[in-house]
Nanobody, 114 residues
Framework: QVQLVESGGGLVQAGGSLRLSCAAS?????MGWYRQVPGKQRELVAT???????NYADSVKGRFTISRDNAKNTVYLQMNSLKPEDTAVYYC???????????WGQGTQVTVSS
């Protein structure tokens, strides 16, 4: 069982920046971030594999950057040019190869004020 511990959420004004971190208790193939607002489905933000393959949601391309330190089993999400519509609970996600197992963090709130 892999545990994911997130940090770095908070309140920021529109146009500002935040950096999220997620540390895994063990090595895991794919790590990433999803977000969810009340009443809506959880949606993909960005993912990165241990080999460095990256996927972004169209809504964050050019503003968010995902990175990973495999030695520390940690994934980061640098969020720039934040918009009010980025407000959500952000969840760290981890998947094993072929997604046979999936893990979630507890979530961290990101609030962007206009």
């Amino acid at each position: 069982q892999v545990q994911l511990v997130e940090s770095g959420g908070g309140l920021v004004q529109a146009g500002g920046s935040l950096r999220l971190s997620c540390a895994a208790s063990g090595s895991i193939f794919s790590m990433g971030w999803y977000r969810q607002v009340p009443g809506k489905q959880r949606e993909l933000v960005a993912t990165i594999t241990s080999g460095g393959s990256i996927n972004y949601a169209d809504s964050v391309k050019g503003r968010f950057t995902i990175s990973r330190d495999n030695a520390k089993n940690t994934v980061y999400l640098q969020m720039n040019s934040l918009k009010p519509e980025d407000t959500a609970v952000y969840y760290c996600n981890g998947k094993t190869f072929f997604a046979t197992r999936e893990y979630w963090g507890q979530g961290t709130q990101v609030t962007v004020s206009s």
